[in-house]
């Protein structure tokens, strides 16, 4: 059985094609830095949005048309499972990232919905073993049901904390049988609506203990994967605890659990708080944190979370620079996040979508490198900071200097001179990058 019968493997036909569905930049086995593309790049298909997303927003239903409409309930199910690895395969997707909730039903009990669980896992292990497609990481869907009305790991409610303990311990298992290379926690109910309601000490202190009981769990039943926060500042809560990188790196130092975590980040997540993308990557990548990307993109006109597929390729650069920078992201990898717009809702538009992710990324990957190997910011950002590498720059940056010296040095210092940053400059030379033909 096809469910995309039309559509044949994708391949590179270099960036002169006008083949829409080929890759015009994505090269999996073109080595880039000494790496392959595909080693580099590690895409993963996001299943609730490619397989279960309907695209349907808070004034309409949905509009997909999708192959596997015909099925229900554990039927569609095995279908979706079966068009997911049709779908990864033609497009070399080499990953893929899912919700609990995403891949099977829940049914009247936990007992009955893990039992589905157990169905799908199964049909799942067969086909990862048949393609070589591997799980980048899943999570646990702590967030839809309206039992997480008060939230999962910060709910006022100790029984819907232990369920969702329980539903934890459930994907922590499905991961260590998938054999997952990561384990996401994002906090969609992990926030507050109200403070005049809202112990936040005491939430704190429980989400930091779900943490804490995962790590000890996975330890005893042997599941190495890296474990992973997503940060993200406000919706569905309007202030979620994981608001940034920042706020999410001193969360883990607080509870001492810096060790056991990095970060998942996102890009529309990311401008939803107020930053860049690269500004959220190199946070994580100063503190050693930098773990998985969700590539995305939002709309800036628009305050909410659109998760647009990736195509402004001076954010892929800057993102790909970051990564670079970074020594790569090591069992991380680039999951899309990201859904077809409402009006795109014919099946072929899950490809071109993800052509155009890919395409975005790996034109990407390729000007960062070559921004990298002739050191173009890394010259200018040497010029800037060279007064701390010799006399009383370097003492200050060797710790050595006190507020005494530094006092009797500017005493007797002669007028300060300052040089320009050369920004607009810089930003030229990205854009020359960026436009040159590919070598
Ligand atoms: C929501 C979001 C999630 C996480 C996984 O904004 O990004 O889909 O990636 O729970
Ligand atoms: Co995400």
Not at 15 to 39: C, D, T, W
Not at 207 to 220: T, V
């Amino acid at each position: 059985m096809s469910y995309f019968a039309s559509i044949g493997r994708i391949s590179y036909e270099g960036s002169r094609s006008n083949n829409p569905l080929a890759f015009q930049h994505y090269q999996a086995e073109q080595v880039i830095a000494g790496k392959k593309m595909e080693e580099h790049l590690r895409f993963s298909m996001a299943y609730w949005h490619t397989l279960t997303g309907g695209g349907s927003d808070p004034f309409g239903t949905a509009t997909a048309i999708r192959p596997w409409d015909g099925y229900s309930g554990m039927d569609l199910a095995k279908a979706r499972v079966e068009a997911a690895f049709e779908l990864m395969e033609k497009l070399g997707l080499r990953y893929f990232c899912f919700h609990d909730r995403d891949i099977a039903p829940e049914g009247e009990t936990l007992q009955e919905t893990n039992r589905n669980l157990d169905v799908i896992v199964d049909l799942m292990e067969q086909h990862m073993k048949s393609t070589g497609i591997k799980l980048l990481w899943n999570t646990a869907c702590l967030f839809t049901h309206p039992r997480f009305v008060h939230g999962a790991g910060t709910t006022s409610n100790a029984d819907v904390y232990a369920y969702s303990a329980a539903q934890l311990k459930k994907s922590l298992e499905i991961g260590k049988r998938l054999g997952a290379d990561n384990y996401v926690f994002w906090g969609g109910r992990e926030g507050y609506e109200s403070l005049l309601n809202t112990d936040m000490k005491l939430e704190l202190d429980n989400l930091a203990f779900l943490y804490r009981m995962a790590i000890d769990y996975s330890r005893e039943i042997g599941f190495d994967a890296q474990f992973l926060i997503e940060p993200k500042p406000k919706e569905p809560t309007k202030h979620q605890y994981d608001f940034d990188a920042a706020t999410t790196i001193a969360f883990l130092q607080r509870y001492g659990l810096e060790a056991h975590f990095k970060l998942n980040l996102e890009a529309n997540h990311a401008t939803l708080a107020g930053h860049t993308f690269e500004h959220e990557l190199r946070v994580a990548r100063l503190h050693g944190m930098l773990g998985s990307l969700d590539a995305n993109q939002g709309d800036l006109l628009l305050g909410w979370d659109t998760d647009e597929f990736p195509t402004d390729l001076y954010a892929t650069t800057l993102t790909m620079y970051e990564v670079l920078k970074n020594g790569g992201l090591g069992k991380g990898g680039i999951n899309f996040d990201a859904k077809v717009r409402r009006a795109s809702f014919e099946p072929e538009d899950l490809f071109y979508a993800h052509i155009a992710g890919m395409d975005a990324y790996a034109k990407g990957l390729k000007v960062a490198a070559r921004l990298i190997e002739d050191r173009v910011f890394d010259e200018a950002v040497d010029r800037r900071y060279a007064s701390f590498r010799e006399g009383i720059g370097r003492d200050i940056a060797e710790g050595r200097a006190t507020l005494a010296s530094l006092e009797q040095y500017a005493l007797e210092n002669r007028p300060i001179s300052n040089i320009s940053g050369r920004q607009e400059r810089l930003k030229a030379v990205l854009n020359q990058y960026l436009l040159e033909a590919d070598k």
